[in-house]
Each structure stands twice: as structure tokens, then as C-alpha cells.
């Protein structure tokens, strides 16, 4: 039997699809229900609180709240439905030209004091040929701000070409494991403010980062995903797989 794709949807505007081009970055509101966002965020945490924990998913125990969870629409089902959401797969068929395929994914706790991540571009990580990756960045927080360690971006920054990366240098801010897009002035940065459900999609080159959880007492999860179209590939040994989002 014949598998029933889906009907791809069309969710953005040209003009929408204009200010990614332009800005490198596009913020839809409420792309994801609250229920959906509830639901998934409860599912990620009873997949940690298992015992033993599943080993894709295995951590110290003290940490299983703190070490972001790594790839897991590789393993579990309710991770490749966030995954590949409609209102993702249209978006990015629009903005890419034709179907995406997702080959990364991460849930991230990032509970009250925890770092953030030094400024950088995706594809200095992820390689893929042509260019054409874009990460769709899920809010799953009531609110994501510049208390709790929102993203901060600098707009029109996917032109600049890929840019040398160094050494993290505010080691009290970020991370100490990545590095740090050198040869720009970190003070163009904006903070993007999202609320439960909103959805960021931006450009492989878009310079972003994000800052230390300051709050005592809120989280800043999230679920980011990285697509490429289908008939890119990646240089990455890990990431090989591609999932169709139909």
C-alpha cells in the first residue's frame, strides 16, 4: 500500500517570506497549541524519570533535568510528531522551495542559573550542501525573555558569509564547550521575546546566541529542530538520517 502524504499547507505570506530573506529570521505567533506544548514538555520529563532511563536518553541522575536531550526524534514517537508539525513543513517548503527533512533535534531544560550559548552560526556546526538549513526554535515556556535567557539575534547577519569561530570569552555568561563567532559587533544583537507555542525560524548564518537563565525560579525550554531540503546532504556522521515531514 501506497503511503497518504499529507497535503502541504502553505501558512506564511510572500511578505513573510520576504522579511526571512531579508532579515534572516521569521517569528510566527502561536504556531504550536498550549495542550500540545503541555503535553510534549510532561512526556520529556516521564522519559527521564523512567527507570533505568532509556539509554539514548541517559544521564546522571542529578543532571537529568539540566543535560539538554539530544536527538530524540531518532527514538521516540511523540518527538517526530513536534518534529514535523504542519505548520513547520509548510513554512519551511515555502521558505526553502521545496520539501524539508529534518536531520537534528534538541530539547532543552535550561532551568533557573544555567549558561547560555556564545554567539554562532549553525552551519559552522552543521554542514550541508547546497546551503539551505533553517531551525525551527519552539517556545515552551508561558514566557521566554531576556530574565530566563531568551535568543538574541543580529538581523541581516545570515549575509555576512560564514565567520571565523574562536574560544567562548564570557565564560561566567556561556557555555564553555562551543565556540564564538569572532569579527562582529556582538552589540547589534536583539533579543527575540516568545511566548508558549511561538515558533522562530531562522537562517543557518544568522548570528544568535542566548544568555544566562537569570530568574530564581523560571525555566526556558525549548524544542529546536534543524531542517534541510531534501536534496541537500550534511558532512556530519551523526546526522545522516533524514526524516521526511509527512
Given at each position: 500500500?501506497?503511503?497518504?502524504?499529507?497535503?502541504?499547507?502553505?501558512?506564511?505570506?510572500?511578505?513573510?517570506?520576504?522579511?526571512?530573506?531579508?532579515?534572516?529570521?521569521?517569528?510566527?505567533?502561536?504556531?504550536?497549541?498550549?495542550?500540545?506544548?503541555?503535553?510534549?514538555?510532561?512526556?520529556?520529563y516521564d522519559l527521564r524519570d523512567e527507570k533505568p532511563m532509556p539509554?539514548?536518553?541517559?544521564?546522571?541522575?542529578?543532571?537529568?533535568?539540566?543535560?539538554?536531550?539530544?536527538?530524540?526524534?531518532?527514538?521516540?514517537?511523540?518527538?517526530?510528531?513536534?518534529?514535523?508539525?504542519?505548520?513547520?513543513?509548510?513554512?519551511?517548503?515555502?521558505?526553502?522551495?521545496?520539501?524539508?527533512?529534518?536531520?537534528?533535534?534538541?530539547?532543552?531544560?535550561?532551568?533557573?542559573?544555567?549558561?547560555?550559548?556564545?554567539?554562532?552560526?549553525?552551519?559552522?556546526?552543521?554542514?550541508?550542501?547546497?546551503?539551505?538549513?533553517?531551525?525551527?526554535?519552539?517556545?515552551?515556556?508561558?514566557?521566554?525573555?531576556?530574565?530566563?535567557?531568551?535568543?538574541?539575534?543580529?538581523?541581516?547577519?545570515?549575509?555576512?558569509?560564514?565567520?571565523?569561530?574562536?574560544?567562548?570569552?564570557?565564560?561566567?555568561?556561556?557555555?564553555?564547550?562551543?565556540?564564538?563567532?569572532?569579527?562582529?559587533?556582538?552589540?547589534?544583537?536583539?533579543?527575540?521575546?516568545?511566548?508558549?507555542?511561538?515558533?522562530?525560524?531562522?537562517?543557518?548564518?544568522?548570528?544568535?546566541?542566548?544568555?544566562r537563565n537569570r530568574s530564581t525560579d523560571r525555566w526556558r525550554r525549548?524544542?529546536?529542530?534543524?531542517?534541510?531540503?531534501?536534496?541537500?546532504?550534511?558532512?556530519?556522521?551523526?546526522?545522516?538520517?533524514?526524516?521526511?515531514?509527512?
Amino acid at each position: 500500500m501506497n503511503k497518504v502524504v499529507p497535503r502541504l499547507t502553505t501558512p506564511i505570506t510572500q511578505a513573510q517570506i520576504d522579511q526571512f530573506n531579508e532579515e534572516g529570521f521569521l517569528l510566527i505567533k502561536n504556531g504550536c497549541s498550549a495542550d500540545l506544548i503541555d503535553a510534549f514538555n510532561g512526556h520529556i520529563y516521564d522519559l527521564r524519570d523512567e527507570k533505568p532511563m532509556p539509554e539514548w536518553a541517559a544521564c546522571e541522575e542529578s543532571k537529568k533535568y539540566s543535560i539538554r536531550l539530544f536527538n530524540p526524534h531518532l527514538h521516540d514517537g511523540f518527538a517526530r510528531q513536534m518534529m514535523k508539525l504542519p505548520i513547520v513543513r509548510g513554512t519551511l517548503a515555502q521558505l526553502m522551495g521545496r520539501e524539508a527533512v529534518c536531520v537534528q533535534s534538541m530539547f532543552f531544560y535550561k532551568e533557573p542559573g544555567s549558561p547560555g550559548q556564545a554567539a554562532h552560526q549553525d552551519f559552522y556546526y552543521i554542514k550541508n550542501d547546497p546551503m539551505t538549513m533553517i531551525a525551527a526554535w519552539i517556545a515552551m515556556e508561558e514566557s521566554v525573555d531576556e530574565e530566563n535567557g531568551c535568543l538574541w539575534v543580529i538581523p541581516k547577519s545570515h549575509r555576512l558569509g560564514l565567520l571565523p569561530h574562536g574560544a567562548v570569552k564570557n565564560l561566567d555568561e556561556h557555555e564553555p564547550w562551543t565556540d564564538e563567532t569572532e569579527g562582529i559587533d556582538l552589540k547589534q544583537q536583539v533579543p527575540v521575546i516568545m511566548e508558549k507555542g511561538d515558533i522562530l525560524f531562522f537562517h543557518e548564518l544568522l548570528i544568535h546566541s542566548s544568555t544566562r537563565n537569570r530568574s530564581t525560579d523560571r525555566w526556558r525550554r525549548s524544542y529546536v529542530c534543524h531542517y534541510i531540503r531534501e536534496d541537500a546532504t550534511t558532512s556530519r556522521s551523526d546526522l545522516q538520517k533524514k526524516f521526511p515531514l509527512y
